[in-house]
């Protein structure tokens, strides 16, 4: 059955870039230039080196390792993807003609555009109806296959906070950047007495990065226990 | 040789607390019932459950669990620990007459005030000459043992960002809580193109937590790779 996943590199405090600059927050051509790569090229530094993430870029050699078979296993579970419109826009130069995904990609945008097609079975369509109606086309279009949030970050925040997302793969780089966009925060519109809660699924640490994934549980109220006190007090006065 | 080792529960997206009070936010008597409190609670959950933390505490039960020998093993570990004040206001009168560390403690504190000694080995020192001169202390009092960062996490990363830090061991909950107090953030002192690096040296994946301990590399500059073209390229025109 059809579930709707992401995953995502991030750092050990939750960044999966450095901070946005304030003074161009929208203009991707500068991007590289920006305080947001040192710290994406940081924490997914463990995917450059896979064999399986190489391949899909065009680039030769690269380390046939647990951490590209995870790689190699993302890319196969996915029969369409849903994208930001900002990813896209940082992407669509980059990607060139023949693009990673190899599925269609639906990007979930304001401005409407006519369907991208790609060499090597990538689509771009872009979607001015919302994230629903992207995850819908995209299910839709997925073959039985998982639906994969590619990204961004704001993108699968959204795609959490509306109950979408079923599983959950964090790749958790070895590093601290202190400052930087945090994958989740506010935008889940959380209050203090709720969480989301998901269930671990599967750990693979390897020497660069530990990948955990999960199943999403969902929404629920967090609870004030009594810290274990209700059972027999031992040794106490 | 003594380490300088800190752990710490939080959840998936790096808070170790709900939010603090805006309203009080030195204020700790109210502290159970303010917005702090359940997230704390549901971060903690994993060890409430474990008999080793239930014996520190002096309660029965408990499980035999892969969590607990963690905890046994933290508590083992430690000779010594510096603490911060907050910690120490908040853990005061519930600790009672005989806390859970069963070695000296020093507290870091702008307030001087005569040591407390407790039963079962534990002793609070106020330390007014600054996070260093307790670590110093600590690790003189330690006995060969380590010298373990009793939280809180403001303090954890006050001695993590004065290089202090030599072993993180982070107990992650599988909760997203959104907003709350994060472990690691501005306060770390890191530009855009800083990181501190870690080593991850153990990850032990139990059903209600994921526990990684890192060995701590330190402050390093983050560097813009080419992304792997620097490699043949494979099929690309």
Redesign the interface.
């Known amino acids: 059955m059809t579930k709707v996943t992401a995953q995502m590199s991030v750092?050990?405090?939750?960044c999966y870039t450095?901070?946005r600059d304030p003074q161009h927050p929208h203009d991707m051509s500068g991007w590289?230039q920006g305080?947001?790569?040192?710290?994406f090229?940081?924490v997914t530094?463990w995917a450059?080196?896979a064999m399986a993430?190489?391949?899909r870029?065009?680039?030769?050699?690269?380390a046939r390792s647990a951490d590209s078979e995870i790689v190699a296993e993302t890319f196969a579970a996915a029969g369409a993807y849903v994208m930001g419109r900002r990813m896209f826009d940082a992407g669509e130069v980059p990607w060139?003609?023949?693009p990673p995904f190899r599925a269609p990609v639906f990007v979930v945008t304001h401005r409407a555009r006519a369907v991208l097609e790609r060499r090597g079975g990538t689509s771009f369509t872009f979607v001015t109806e919302g994230l629903e109606r992207a995850v819908e086309l995209a299910r839709a279009a997925a073959g039985g296959k998982d639906v994969a949030v590619a990204g961004g970050g704001e993108l699968l925040q959204q795609v959490?906070a509306a109950g979408l997302l079923d599983q959950l793969e964090?790749h958790?780089a070895?590093?601290?950047?202190?400052?930087?966009q945090?994958?989740?925060?506010?935008?889940?519109?959380?209050g203090?007495?709720?969480?989301?809660?998901?269930?671990?699924a599967r750990?693979v640490?390897t020497?660069g990065v530990?990948h955990?994934r999960?199943t999403v549980s969902g929404r629920s109220k967090?609870?004030?226990?009594d810290?274990?006190?209700s059972?027999?007090?031992?040794?106490?006065?």
């Open positions: 750092s050990l405090d939750g450095g901070p590289m305080p947001e790569a040192p710290g090229f940081r530094r450059v080196d993430w190489r391949e870029q065009g680039f030769a050699g690269g060139g003609d023949e959490l964090l958790i070895p590093v601290l950047l202190g400052d930087g945090r994958l989740f925060g506010p935008g889940l519109g959380l203090a007495d709720d969480g989301v809660e998901l269930v671990p750990v640490d020497p530990t955990i999960y967090l609870v004030l226990d810290r274990g006190a059972g027999d007090l031992v040794g106490r006065p």
